[in-house]
């Protein structure tokens, strides 16, 4: 089946830095990619939809000037956290479709954040 | 009202049992539904697609009840590695590929 990879699958940060989150379709182009982040114990709330070559679509709620969205090509999306903070602490988990005429995505392994 | 509301247990099942899920979701407009299944600290993976008709994948049954807004999940024979978070999770037509999940539900079984 198709493959989605994520980098890194963990990160430790400092409190102000910033940390970027790559998601690559390793077997397909990805016109769409997701990106979701889950606390512990609730469920994966979804913080953007990626298309490549144009700007992100973001959820209400989600501040696009901290959560940077890049998908320069189709198989690749990046995510940068920026300026995190310890609330920032959370499962960042990346899908791709390889439609848009399809409701199947693959996701990657996620990436856990930890602010300190 | 959240787009789909599931029961969030947990669980706790013997070995050989059967257990089901339940699941609702509030769009009357939604379009594809199905199950995933996340181990702790793991991405989602999809166990099945549920259909209006009702599908049967080995020891896991899954059924659609379009009126009442329904999902449910059997799992027969509970094994082991059943073990994990199920999560329903529907789409609609007006948003093509965007996932609705619900909260999970945790599901233990013991030896």
């Known amino acids: 089946g198709a493959v989605v990879s994520q980098h890194p699958s963990w990160v430790i940060c400092k409190s102000g830095t910033s940390v970027k989150i790559e998601c690559r379709s390793l077997?397909?182009?990805?016109?769409?990619m997701f990106w979701y982040r889950q606390f512990p114990k609730q469920s994966l709330m979804l913080m953007a939809t990626?298309?490549?070559?144009?700007?992100?679509?973001?959820e209400q709620g989600v501040e696009k000037d901290k959560f940077l969205i890049n998908h320069a090509s189709l198989t690749l999306s990046t995510l940068t956290v920026t300026s995190a903070h310890p609330e920032d602490s959370s499962f960042y988990i990346c899908?791709?479709?390889?439609?848009?005429?399809?409701?199947?995505?693959?996701f990657g392994p996620g990436t856990r954040l930890t602010v300190l | 009202r959240k787009e789909v509301e599931q029961d969030p247990g947990p669980f706790n099942v013997p070995e050989g049992a059967t257990v089901a899920f339940n699941c609702t979701y509030s769009?009357?407009?939604?379009?594809?539904f199905f199950w995933y299944r996340q181990d702790c600290r793991k991405e989602p993976k999809l166990l099945m697609s549920?259909?209006?008709s009702g599908n049967e994948d080995g020891r896991f049954t899954a059924q659609l009840n379009r009126a009442s807004q329904y999902i449910s999940l059997l799992i027969r024979d509970s094994k082991l590695s059943d073990s994990a978070t199920y999560l329903c999770v529907v789409t609609r037509g007006s948003t093509l590929g965007r996932l609705y999940f619900g909260r999970g539900t945790q599901l233990t079984v013991w030896p």
């Open positions: 899908s791709a479709s390889i439609q848009t005429v399809t409701d199947t995505q693959y």
């Open positions: 769009n009357s407009a939604s379009q594809s």
């Open positions: 549920v259909y209006s």
């Open positions: 990626s298309n490549e070559g144009s700007k992100a679509t973001y």
């Open positions: 077997d397909f182009q990805a016109t769409t």
